[in-house]
């Protein structure tokens, strides 16, 4: 058997989480592989609406085994709260949800560390959420790392403790004003590594190698976005790990010959959070709403996304580095009612317009070229079928396909896993 990938292809907030949940029910395994809890995927359906940080999006399928992989990083205390909030859909998380011994710890001196590195960048700050994900990701690359499987060990308080020394002469380092009390913050950690322990730890590659042997399907989903992956990202606006379809082989420990399909999602306009270059950002009245309408805030942060135009040229790299397969269209629902819609499709850059992505893509150096659409005005959210949608829309996704060259099989109208139009 093989695996199937599922990818964001801008920067973040596509919508993953849903089309994890929509696509569930055809995989025995779902298994997260990269990424720490600054990824928010949110669900949507009966009425509720869920947030996962680091638990696979499959988590609410009865028949899916959910893995955490050796290149995700787990912030114990806010996963015990993840956990929490399924306390009451009645899960067997002990045999539904498995962790890689491989998979590193963020601890509270991670995300301590996080916050003064920030707070000494000043205006030039990256936008960090502060969740201790780069500084753990450090750790593991400097191999100083805490692992899961250190938990089972005798002498992980202190291997913690060495870490964590380390970690305060660095924040001293920093020089800035910070106020923390350690000793709260460790004893919330350990508590929470307690509950840790109550689930299920793996040799993921093995097992997961092993699942294709049996025959079984896997789907691996990935966190964030393409353009924030650490190699091909808009450096060095990006997350610190690789969020494209590479890093689910070295995220899982699965051979790049065992991957199949690679479906790649991203909205019908473009979003980004935090700092970094955005070439088609808008900031008019058009912005504004697409904000609105769209409900354009973090849903493990709060933040405030930027909105802009859909940018062809990202796409088309995204697609490429990928290789996706298929194309998912999320919140088609949010154009309706312009009366006319931009798409980028090329970019001037020292000079001549070109159709790829540079080396750096900051406002001075590229401008967007745009062609115009024609938009729709129709109520896409309680349609259920292509053949219904507006032909302004229909003739949307049909430019798109012929530009990136790869088919768009999804178009979401909503937020609910009901709001899903197969094309």
């Not at 796409?315 to 980028?344: H, I």
């Amino acid at each position: 058997m093989t695996v199937d990938l599922l990818l964001g292809l801008q920067w973040g907030d596509e919508g993953k989480g849903k089309i994890v949940d929509v696509l569930t029910s055809k995989y025995d395994i779902i298994a997260r592989f990269q990424g720490g809890p600054n990824a928010g995927h949110t669900l949507e359906f009966d009425g509720i609406k869920h947030v996962l940080r680091t638990i696979p999006s499959g988590i609410f399928h009865k028949n899916s085994i959910n893995i955490i992989g050796n290149g995700v990083v787990i912030d114990p205390v806010v996963f015990q709260k993840e956990l929490e909030g399924l306390e009451k859909f009645n899960m067997d998380l002990k045999s539904k949800l498995l962790i890689s011994r491989k998979a590193h710890l963020i601890l509270p001196t991670h995300r301590l560390l996080d916050a003064a590195s920030e707070a000494s960048k000043g205006k030039a700050k990256i936008g960090s959420t502060l969740k201790g994900i780069g500084p753990t990701y450090m750790d593991k690359t400097g191999r100083n790392g805490i692992r899961v499987g250190d938990i089972e060990l005798a002498d992980f308080k202190e291997r913690y403790r060495n870490l964590a020394d380390k970690h305060e002469a660095m924040i001293a380092f920093y020089d800035v004003d910070m106020q923390y009390n350690l000793k709260e913050l460790e004893d919330e950690f350990f508590a929470s590594v307690e509950v840790l322990k109550t689930l299920q730890f793996i040799d993921s590659e093995e097992y997961l190698n092993n699942a294709m042997k049996e025959g079984k399907s896997i789907l691996a989903e990935g966190a964030q976005g393409s353009l924030l992956d650490i190699d091909f990202g808009t450096y060095p606006f990006v997350t610190s790990s690789n969020t494209t379809a590479a890093g689910a082989c070295t995220g899982l420990g699965v051979a790049p010959n065992k991957v199949k399909e690679v479906f790649g999602i991203f909205k019908a306009y473009t979003t980004r959070v935090g700092s970094g270059p955005f070439p088609t950002e808008l900031f008019d009245q058009v912005g504004e709403t697409i904000a609105k309408v769209g409900n354009e805030f973090g849903s493990v942060t709060g933040r405030a996304r930027r909105c802009g135009w859909l940018d062809l040229v990202a796409l088309k790299y995204a697609v490429q580095v990928n290789g996706v397969t298929e194309l998912y269209m999320m919140k088609g629902d949010v154009l309706s009612g312009f009366d006319t819609l931009k798409v980028c499709t090329g970019y001037k850059y020292n000079g001549e317009v070109i159709n790829h992505l540079p080396y750096n893509i900051e406002e001075k150096n590229v401008t967007p070229v745009y062609v115009e659409k024609k938009g729709w005005k129709a109520d896409l959210t309680g349609m259920t079928k292509y053949e219904e949608l507006p032909s302004e829309l229909k003739e949307y996704v049909e430019f798109i396909e012929r530009e990136v060259g790869v088919p768009i099989r999804v178009i979401s109208v909503g937020p609910d896993r009901t709001q899903t139009i197969v094309k």
